[in-house]
Every structure is written in C-alpha cells, then in structure tokens.
C-alpha cells in the first residue's frame, strides 16, 4: 500500500504502527492526516486511538481482506476452517470475530479486497466502502521476473517429472485440500512422475498417504521465498469450499503464481472465477471436476504461452501501479 500510494502521488508520505507503539502511536497523530487500521481487535488501546483521531478530524478507515467481523458467520468459519466446535472454541472465536467488528464499527468507513466483501460490509457496519484488490509490491515483482526470465532461457526445461503445488500457509485447510486430494491421488496412482509439493501445514489425507515419498513438505516461507517455490512447480492447485466465507477471499494465490508463470488450476470462488479464464490463462474446476481438470492440465503441462498470459495478466492487474486509482480514490477522498 505505501510503495502504491507514494507511486501514484509523490507528495504522498506514508508508514505503518503496531500494537506494540502504545501511546506512541496516538502522540503521533498530530502528522496524521489519514489513519488506517487493519483487522485490529477491539481493545481500550485501539478505541483510544480512534477516538483521539477522531476529534483531531482525521478520517479513520478499517482495512480488512476476510469475512472476520460478523459474528452472525463465526460458526461457518469455525466448520469452514476445520475447528473444534467446543465451549473454549465457540468462545474464541465469536469473541475474536466481534471484537474485530466492534473495531471496524468505530472507523468512517473501510478498505476490503473484493466486490462481495464490500457488501457484507456495508450490510454490518453501514460504512462506506472502497474495494482495493490484494496486489503484488515490487520486491516480489523484481523476484518473480528473474524467475520468468530463467524459465524461458531454459526453454521451459522440466526434470521429466511435473510438481503440483499446494501453498496452504495456515494449518486450516484441510476441508479445502479435500475437494482436491482424491483426483491427486487417483492421479498419482496412474501417472508415477507426478510429484507434490506442499509449503506450510500437510493437510490430512488418507488418500495420499500411500505416496508420501512422492509429497515433499517445506515450512512456510516468507512472501519472497513463496514466489521461489511456487515457481519450481509446474502447476498450482487452489481447491476452496463454496460458502460465505470462501467466496470473500481474494484471488492472492493464483497471481502469486501467474508471476513466476506457473499454472493454476482453482475452485470456481468469486474471485478466482472472475480472475481465471478457464483454459486460457488457468482452470477452473468445480468440485466434480477436478480428476477431468487436472489431467488437461497435466496434458498441456509445457504449453507455455498459457503462463505467458498468465503472467502478463497479473502484471497488468495486479502491479502496484494498477491499483494506483482506486488507492487514491479511497485513500485521497
């Protein structure tokens, strides 16, 4: 959002606080003009520093990228996310999920990442809402294109193996890697080069489990060395549930991945449908689909103009410089 903002307007200066700044934070709202807090949980720490930027007459906007402020959802993401439905879980979570709402109902309106979260927004808190999609900075874009660059100078050298990709990131994705995990089996069993790399939490899966020396676990990465493993992958597999919850996230993982031209093959989620031409630029697969799915994409593993595409198209989408105008429009307003 800063190396953005300062793109698209030079006169523009911007930084960011932590919960740990305390009350350095409000004395520094004296140099604040604008003030955005992101998925921050209702404390006395947070309403203080609201309110005092508030009487300075600095307008206050809640960013938030996940349906995580309406309670009224809590039990879905508790089922989505694959969570103990306990007293000590319930309490958790609904506690979580409305403070953070309690917070966003304090701010002059919001920042989210999609059209359909800015609804739910706008039905909860009344708040006017802007809609900025994730977008890529440019240490990834610098990375990302040297990954390009060396994949076409190797002509799209392959090991005579293909690497399917899951980039889990958190440990509560095991319904997700569900819908997909049975077509990975199946096609493991009857392709022996197909390999699978997982980056972050294995999800369970009985019907894996037979071709563990064929799964490669690495740890989670930070934002740069992602882009380095999901390049090494030929193909990347984003499964998702279809609900309320899902349907608000944005479509991070195939730009991510599109970048250092490897191929996703995704759910059919709001975003992800709405940013994958299927067959041009990835597949989409719904929940019946993915054995069909993801043999085409194992067939068409080297046509490399569709990474090329896919490539071009989350440069152009999703460069910092892309979302220069909507960032003004809600940042400036």
């Known amino acids: 959002m800063v190396e953005a903002l300062v793109a698209a307007d030079p006169s523009a200066s911007a930084s960011w606080l932590t ?32 309110a005092r930027a508030k009487a300075l007459g600095i307008r206050v906007l809640f960013d938030v990228d996940d349906l995580i402020f309406d309670d009224r959802y809590a039990h879905l993401i508790m089922e989505t996310l694959d969570q103990p439905v306990d007293e000590t879980s319930l309490q958790a979570w609904f506690g979580w999920i409305a403070r953070c709402g309690a917070t966003l109902r304090l701010c002059d309106g919001a920042i989210t990442t999609n059209h359909l979260l800015a609804e739910r927004i706008e039905q909860f808190a009344d708040l006017p809402t802007w809609v900025i999609p994730n977008f890529l900075n440019h240490a990834q874009m610098e990375l990302s294109e040297r990954v390009r660059r060396e994949k076409a100078a190797s002509r799209w050298a392959r090991d005579g193996l293909t690497h399917f990709g899951y980039f889990s990131g958190t440990p509560t994705h095991n319904r997700d890697f569900a819908i997909a995990a049975p077509a990975l089996a199946r096609l493991m069993d009857d ?143």
């Open 191 to 333: 392709d022996p080069r197909v390999r699978l790399r997982v980056v972050g939490f294995p999800p369970q899966s009985e019907q894996l489990a037979a071709y563990s020396s064929r799964i490669e676990t690495i740890p989670l990465q930070d934002f740069l060395n992602l882009q380095l493993a999901i390049g090494e992958v030929e193909i990347n597999v984003v499964p998702l549930q279809d609900n309320a919850f899902t349907n608000c996230k944005s479509e991070l993982k195939y730009f991510e991945a599109a970048l250092v031209g490897t191929i996703s093959v995704a759910s059919p989620s709001y975003t992800l449908n709405r940013s994958i031409s299927h067959g041009d630029n990835g597949y989409i697969a719904r929940a019946h689909e993915w054995d069909r799915v993801l043999r085409t994409a194992l067939d068409q593993v080297d046509d490399c103009a569709m990474a090329d595409r896919a490539a071009s198209d989350a440069l152009e989408r999703y460069a910092p410089e892309a979302q220069a105008e909507a960032l003004c429009r809600a940042l400036l307003a």
């Open 19 to 50: 919960a740990d700044d305390g009350a350095a934070a409000i004395a520094l709202l004296d140099d604040v003009d604008l003030l955005v807090v992101c998925r921050a949980l209702y404390s006395p720490h947070v309403a203080a520093l609201i």
